[in-house]
């Protein structure tokens, strides 16, 4: 029983599963007024001038969410733009930091807006629009508050070490000799690669669990082949199965019932990538067991790694809008991104027995999803695999990782990516990351280069970009030595990267910080946003503007400045307060904390390569403790933490 944490209940909801540790009822919410509003309630706590609010996972804006309206409410609409409300995941976790330190965790399946000092208004207003459980975090630091939580919700996903290295996609390759391209592309151009994903065209017709036998005539051998070339394939999972008489798993899941039901009580007809597909009532064990099953198609073919999709769900338009304003309008009130919102009162879960309406517990289906898919691959397979998903909610972190959605190529998105790292890490997602490059638009070759040298130190490292951009895969730039340069780095920081991974997930800790968790006494670090600490020893502070030759750093301490120019680190003490440092294209710098150490590995084409205990060590630190294992086995444990000693 965990007493720093208690909850308290507002209403019935239907289980979520976010909080795994036992946790004591308390008799009064401390910090928030309360009040009943509609069928919900309505939260409010008075902020400190001072105060920091933290949290709220995959939101935009910055870390300290102050002054934004976030409304969660999973949503699959591409346009990143500040003041947007929803995107794809909802993570109802904030702190809040000043003179009253404290997390509140309103845990809810249904839509929950909150309103973090909007417009200046001085306090935290959270309307719960149903039932709510919340739970109140006690911790004496911000952090502490967050690793509690982190506890309560249970042990991260634990992905296998090849997930760690570099992967390709886009939407648009389609057979075997697109993906072969690529990898060659890739090895001609002595740039590292670990795998590449393939999007709805490897489906017939996005007909999930199905492979386009002309495009890859024998799955099997293909990933055979791209596997002697150190490169997996990982094919996408969309949430909906295509009504199509014939197809095993639509049979077996209209004669099982496994669907949801639309107002009428008929399994309900939604428009995806497919055509008419119907969503598999994930919230049922026996379905999400059935769906899980179904992942043994690509799995026999020696397949170890899977993005979820469309698990907003995303909605084109169902038999219900069908027609109203054309389909697909961008001009319809009800149209909303890539989804009709009215069609989530058009279809109905059965939990217990009891019809539950899709709005009630909206915000839980696509975590759903990934669990059914982690439940299955679990069973499937004998050690760990790859598995991210674009919709989620807490608790979804213990199945998978999460990617950030159909961010753009543009400047204000990787600062986005920044930005979002520690408030996912927050909410449980240690593995996430964005699409580098930027997902829509077409990147220039600058902010390419920027963008890998963040996302070189984010746990998902996946290039990907949409049809009909401009490619974007390393290989097709000039000067390809700077992009050899980021990528070679990530490979040399992979013995850092997996053990400070696995640590955290050990330990319930995060793995990318904010400065201010690491220095809660220094007033300027608790300002800084565009800096992170990763890990125990690193200190990152990515260039983020166009035309930039470098960029200004603060330090809250001296440390050692680490600078890789693509063949070699070189090492500098560094004082306290704020450089500007340059940091020309394709060169990465880096900030190694006081009395810490970074253990680096050698070059390596992939994953295959890595001798993990071979390592470097740098910085002015005595000590490392290094998480080494096979990476690939499900028993992890702190019997694998090695010490390491500075040499002499
Ligand atoms: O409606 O599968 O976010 O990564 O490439 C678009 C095609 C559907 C959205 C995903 C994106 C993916 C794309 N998908």
Request: proline share 3%; with cysteine.
């Given at each position: 029983m965990i007493t720093t944490i208690k909850k308290y209940s507002f209403g019935a909801h239907a289980p979520t599963g976010a909080v795994t540790a036992q946790v004591e009822e308390g008799d009064t919410l401390p910090y928030f007024s309360v009040q009943a509003e509609g069928q919900g309630t309505r939260f409010r706590c008075p902020l400190e001038k001072d105060d920091v609010v933290y949290g709220l996972g995959e939101?935009?804006?910055?870390?300290?969410?102050?002054g934004g309206r976030y409304v969660s409410f999973n949503t699959d609409n591409p346009h990143h733009t500040q003041d947007m409300p929803s995107l794809y995941g909802s993570h109802n976790f904030i702190v809040v930091d000043g003179k009253k330190t404290f997390g509140a965790f309103f845990d809810t399946p249904a839509r929950a807006v909150f309103e973090i000092d909007c417009g200046g208004s001085g306090e935290v207003n959270v309307l719960c629009e149903r039932g709510v459980t919340v739970y109140i975090v006690e911790g004496e630091s911000a952090h502490a508050v967050v690793r509690r939580f982190l506890r309560a919700v249970g042990r991260s996903y634990l992905p296998p070490l090849w997930a760690f290295g570099f992967g390709q996609s886009r939407w648009g390759y389609k057979d075997e000799r697109d993906i072969r391209r690529i990898a060659r592309g890739y090895a001609k151009a002595g740039m590292p690669l670990d795998y590449i994903c393939m999007d709805i065209d490897y489906m017939d017709r996005y007909i999930d669990f199905t492979v386009n036998k002309k495009r890859f005539p024998d799955l099997k051998a293909f990933v055979v082949e791209m596997k002697g070339k150190g490169v997996r394939l990982v094919p996408i999972v969309d949430a909906g199965i295509k009504v199509e008489p014939g197809d095993p798993v639509y049979e077996e899941g209209v004669q099982k019932g496994y669907f949801c039901k639309n107002i009428e009580g008929k399994d309900f007809c939604a428009a995806v990538w497919p055509g008419m597909t119907h969503f598999p009532d994930f919230l049922r064990p026996e379905v999400r067991a059935w769906f899980g099953r179904q992942y043994k198609v690509y799995t026999d073919a020696g397949i170890e790694g899977f993005w979820n999709d469309m698990n907003e769900p995303a909605i084109f338009y169902s038999e219900y809008t069908k027609g109203k304003g054309g389909e697909r309008s961008e001009g319809d009130p009800l149209y909303r991104g890539n989804t009709f919102l009215s069609d989530y009162r058009n279809f109905c879960h059965n939990i217990e027995g009891k019809e539950v309406n899709h709005w009630e517990v909206h915000n839980i289906f696509g975590a759903n999803m990934t669990r059914a898919s982690a439940e299955g691959l679990d069973a499937l397979l004998n050690g760990r695999y790859l598995l991210f998903s674009r919709s989620s909610y807490i608790g979804a972190h213990r199945y998978g990782g999460i990617w950030t959605g159909?961010?753009?190529?543009?400047w204000d998105h990787l600062r986005q990516n920044v930005l979002q790292m520690p408030s996912l890490n927050m909410c449980g997602f240690l593995f996430s990351g964005a699409d580098t490059g930027g997902f829509g638009g077409n990147a220039s070759r600058e902010l390419l280069l920027r963008w890998l040298a963040v996302s070189a130190?984010?746990?998902?490292?996946r290039d990907h970009a949409s049809k009909g951009t401009r490619p974007q895969e390393c290989f097709r730039f000039r000067g390809k030595k700077d992009f050899r340069s980021i990528l070679s780095l990530r490979y040399r920081l992979l013995p850092y990267i997996y053990s400070e991974f696995m640590k955290a997930a050990l330990s319930f800790d995060m793995y990318m910080q904010p400065l201010a968790f690491g220095y809660p006494q220094d007033a300027r670090a608790r300002r800084v946003e565009d800096e992170l600490l990763v890990g125990e020893s690193l200190l990152i502070a990515p260039v983020l503007e166009k035309g930039a030759k470098g960029r200004r750093v603060y330090l809250p301490e001296a440390m050692t400045e680490v600078r890789w120019d693509g063949a070699s680190f070189s090492a500098r003490q560094a004082a306290a307060g704020e450089h500007f440092v340059k940091v020309p294209l394709g060169e990465v710098v880096f900030y190694i904390r006081k009395g810490k150490l970074l253990p680096v590995g050698g070059a390596a084409?992939?994953?295959?390569?890595?001798?993990?205990?071979?390592v470097t060590l740098l910085g002015d630190g005595e000590e490392y403790e290094q998480y080494l294992?096979?990476?690939?086995?499900?028993?992890?444990?702190?019997?694998n933490i090695r010490l390491l000693r500075r040499q002499g």
């Open positions: 939101t935009m804006r910055g870390i300290d969410k102050r159909d961010n753009a190529s543009c130190f984010t746990p998902l490292f084409m992939h994953t295959g390569e890595c001798d993990l205990s071979a294992d096979d990476g690939l086995t499900r028993s992890v444990s702190e019997d």
